[in-house]
């Protein structure tokens, strides 16, 4: 503020008024007879306007309003579906149903499928498998990530079909 000593402040009271154009000394007295704090709150405008009123107050409030845009926001969840290369169809259907409904509430979602042993030498079978719960899936989600084998993994994901 003392580098607006010798400037002229647009000063704005406590109860929304304008106070008129005045230098600093002056502002800064009226604050101080009103009991409360003299705040910058434009300081590019011509000229800057400083405004009286409790500051304390005014952090308050905007701690406040800061902690309940953070509780209105929501992180993205991630779901996850493991499959193995030998899977009944029955427990396929029942995974794709669930891997479905994941997507429809608006969850990311991780496929998994899992090699033991031998079958790691049959990636190819695997990657079959995965081309096709990506065509089961295409309606309810996109792929975000394409089906990568990490160890004795195949890993992808999904973003739901509303998001990107």
């Known amino acids: 503020m003392r580098a607006y000593a010798d400037k002229d402040l647009l000063v704005i009271g406590p109860e929304g008024e304008q106070l008129g154009v005045m230098k600093l000394g002056p502002a800064c007295q009226a604050a101080k007879d009103a009991g409360l704090d003299l705040v910058m709150v434009a300081e590019n405008s011509e000229p800057p306007v400083c405004r009286i009123m409790n500051f304390g107050k005014l952090l308050y409030e905007q701690k ?30 029942h995974k794709i149903d669930q891997a479905t409904e994941f997507l429809e509430e608006g969850c990311k979602l991780k496929v998994t499928l899992t090699f033991k042993g031998r079958e790691m030498a049959h990636t190819e079978i695997g990657f079959e498998l995965i081309d096709r719960i990506i065509e089961d899936l295409k309606d309810s989600g996109t792929v975000e990530s394409p089906a990568k084998l990490l160890g004795k993994n195949i890993n992808m994901s999904f973003n739901p079909k509303g998001s990107r």
């Not at 845009?69 to 169809?89: G, H, M, P, S």
């Open 64 to 93: 406040k309003k800061l902690k309940d845009q953070k509780k209105n926001q929501q992180a993205q969840k991630v779901k996850e579906v493991k499959f193995r290369l030998n899977i009944a169809e029955h427990d396929y259907a």
